[in-house]
């Protein structure tokens, strides 16, 4: 047979072979010593090997325990952050929307004439080269055509088109918007009209202005109240430049305005105020 021709195969079973013969015969002489002796030598390895293994299969289970805590604990670490997250966005969130009343009321405060109404803008879009708020308040609210448009810094616009429960705002720096309004300084009085190429940056022209007429660069211009839908003296913005028409014989000057469109969020309508007419004028001056 090819198996007892194998040389490992015949060590191995000479050594068995011998292992029965000296363990049997050192048990019929009684010598059970050497017997234990024997196989505690021959286990003491394999003995050595088990509790390296079973050391590292406790160890492996710590490491998994180990693991799994970890796990748990990113888990409630994870919920934690998203709690402590929340409760900023909330806090600042309470912080804007008090910062946004305190600047209402001071509005009130500097014009308490006038009757406001807040309004969210919804929209902004653009049509035939115009661009246009639309805000959440309408006819519903008592809107109506032509109200003018601020917010706590200076004037944004007016009311051009309205619908029950939204109304569409025409920027000043339309071309198709214009307001009357005067220098503080020196009182000269012109129009605000708003120049298709002036639309990007936020200016607009000051026009109507006589040859003559005292204006400087850092000039504050307001609204005069007068031919148009805005009452007198709400912030407009400042003269950053100035040029003359020889031709015309008159002067204009662009106005940077003070309120950055581009940022706006909520807005004021002025939906009542007193008019200023052309005696009153002449009398403040």
Do not use: Q
């Amino acid at each position: 047979m090819k198996l007892f021709k194998n040389k490992f195969f015949i060590i191995v079973l000479s050594i068995a072979i011998f292992s029965v013969i000296f363990t049997s015969t050192l048990s019929i002489m009684g010598k059970t010593d050497p017997i234990k002796n024997f196989f505690g030598t021959v286990a003491t390895p394999f003995r050595y090997v088990g509790i390296k293994i079973k050391e590292s299969f406790e160890g492996f289970s710590k490491y998994f325990s180990s693991v799994d805590g970890l796990v748990e604990r990113n888990s409630e670490l994870e919920s934690e952050v998203d709690k402590l997250e929340k409760e900023l966005a909330d806090s600042k969130a309470i912080e804007e929307e008090n910062e946004r009343l305190r600047k209402y009321i001071e509005v009130k405060k500097t014009y308490p004439d006038f009757e406001f109404l807040e309004a969210l803008i919804v929209g902004n879009e653009s049509e035939n080269h115009s661009s246009f708020f639309t805000l959440n308040k309408g006819s519903g609210d008592g809107v109506k055509l032509g109200m003018p448009i601020v917010n706590e810094i200076g004037v944004i616009g007016s009311v051009c088109e309205v619908g029950y429960s939204w109304c569409r705002v025409r920027v000043l720096t339309e071309a198709s918007s214009s307001v009357g309004a005067y220098i503080s300084r020196s009182g000269e009085t012109g129009v605000i009209d708003g120049d298709i190429s002036m639309k990007d940056t936020g200016n607009c022209i000051l026009s109507y202005l006589s040859e003559d007429a005292d204006v400087e660069v850092g000039d504050i211009v307001y609204t005069s109240g007068l031919g148009s839908v805005y009452p007198r003296d709400l912030y407009i913005g400042k003269v950053i430049s100035v040029s003359v028409d020889e031709y015309l014989r008159s002067k204009s000057a662009t106005v940077e305005l003070s309120v950055d469109l581009e940022s706006l969020k909520y807005v004021m309508i002025i939906t009542d105020y007193e008019i200023y007419s052309e005696e009153d004028t002449d009398e403040a001056s």
